[in-house]
């Protein structure tokens, strides 16, 4: 039977080959994941979900399968967590690994790069951050409730994000890229917010060893020892000490994106001229290009080094995050019973987070950036007017994800974990509202 092949004389993988299942069933889904706001959708799929399963008469199970407990034992070593914080603690450790990649990348060549284009965002996330932690403070000022001030200061990439595409060209390209920027810094101080004030007692000797760990990784860096599974080990060495320190076992994340290097062991020149050189050898059917495996493997060995670890780690763990370990995150910590944490009335720690998240973010930003104008610490990006930026802001107040992150180390009570919770989900829908519809009425007035 013939092969099919491509224009390249690529073999065609059998799903590409049957033109229907191609046209009804992969490219829909192709073309999906690759929008931006699929991520977002996913995320909103797993919250969904997990509402639906704490609402439903099986509620009782929901709470009873995050609890089950998971052991893992390595010789003298033993963690024992239930379901919910291996989720929390491991998975979401890769997240804020990606997350801490993405800082990277944007402090070297991305928007924060130029300090006269990072000023604007950076004031404005500072504004976005304070404003709303205030706002929770005046209503929870003291007691368990007031540890909760962190929650309403965090703002979601993949839905703001998600939110502004659906308006795709009927808004200037660099407001996106404005709320992209104030969203990195967002997550730079979320992690600061998490690293420092929702520690626990600290294991010096851990955390020492953590920090060892880090420093031999970077020595190995610097001597050029490439061996990806070393890296690995290494990684999972950096986890288990800065779990067993007390810190956040997801900021070990952190710290291993921040210095993964960004840029490539060689430039790709050498990886072109061997490209050219098999070619040459094994043009058309010769038999002889069976016999040259090892050439062929030393080529794709020399073309992922052009790459920079940070791009290709970026780009192979960025899908995993973004379309399973967020959307089991959210399947793990958004359910709460609506019922059952409404049934004594609303409380301060949910109208706190409620309204910090609305009205703090639309506030905060928009008070910051006015003022970072005015003083000349920043400026407007071309083509953005203050309506988009009170727009921008709002959308910036869905904070979801991290937001029930820290929900979750603030909080040791399940009263006031499923209050914060309830805040964060209706403070997220009440600003995407708000959002949507101010930036619908900027879009139709400037078009």
Do not use: C
């Not at 709320?179 to 690293?195: R, S």
């Amino acid at each position: 039977m013939t092969e099919k092949r491509d224009a390249k004389g690529l073999t065609l993988p059998w799903m590409d080959r049957d033109r229907r299942i191609r046209r009804a069933v992969l490219q829909p889904i192709a073309g999906f994941l690759q929008t931006e706001t699929a991520g977002g959708i996913v995320l909103l799929v797993g919250a969904v979900a997990a509402l639906g399963w704490a609402n439903s008469p099986w509620n009782a199970s929901y709470e009873s399968f995050w609890h089950t407990e998971l052991t893992i034992t390595l010789g003298p070593w033993e963690i024992a967590e239930d379901l919910r914080h291996w989720v929390n603690d491991l998975l979401m450790a890769l997240f804020f690994y990606v997350v801490g990649l993405e800082i990277k990348r944007e402090l070297l060549i991305g928007e924060l790069r130029d300090p006269r284009n990072a000023a604007l965002p950076a004031v404005a996330a500072i504004g976005g951050m304070v404003v709303p932690a205030l706002i929770y403070f005046a209503f929870n000022p003291s007691g368990d409730q007031a540890n909760g001030w962190g929650i309403p200061m965090a703002t979601d990439i993949a839905f703001a994000v998600g939110v502004l595409s659906l308006f795709g060209k009927r808004i200037p390209g660099s407001l996106t890229l404005f709320v992209l920027a104030l969203a990195i810094v967002d997550d730079i101080g979320a992690i600061a917010v998490i690293a420092i004030f929702y520690t626990g007692s600290l294991n010096l000797a851990a955390g020492g060893a953590a920090i060892g760990l880090l420093v031999l990784m970077v020595a190995m860096l610097r001597l050029g020892i490439r061996a990806g599974y070393l890296y690995v080990v290494l990684a999972l060495g950096v986890w288990l000490a800065t779990f067993e320190s007390g810190v956040h076992a997801t900021i070990a994340g952190v710290a291993l994106g921040f210095i993964t290097p960004s840029t490539p062991f060689h430039r790709p020149e050498p990886a072109t001229k061997e490209a050219k050189r098999l070619a040459a050898l094994t043009e058309g059917d010769d038999p002889v290009a069976r016999r040259r495996i090892g050439e062929w493997l030393g080529l794709a060995r020399l073309s992922r080094r052009a790459i920079s670890p940070l791009t290709h780690n970026e780009e192979v763990l960025h899908p995993w995050t973004s379309y399973l370990i967020l959307p089991l995150f959210a399947f793990a910590n958004a359910g709460v019973n609506i019922g059952e944490a409404t049934s004594s009335g609303i409380g301060s720690v949910a109208i706190g987070i409620a309204l910090g998240l609305v009205a703090g973010k639309i506030l905060g930003i928009t008070a910051a950036s006015w003022l970072a104008t005015r003083t000349g610490i920043g400026r407007l990006p071309r083509g953005i007017g203050w309506g988009h930026v009170v727009g921008a802001s709002a959308v910036a107040g869905i904070g979801f994800t991290v937001s029930l992150f820290i929900a979750g180390l603030a909080f040791v009570s399940a009263d006031l974990q499923s209050q914060a919770k309830l805040g964060v989900l209706g403070g997220s829908i009440i600003a995407a509202a708000i959002g949507l519809g101010i930036l619908r009425a900027v879009s139709r007035r400037s078009g």
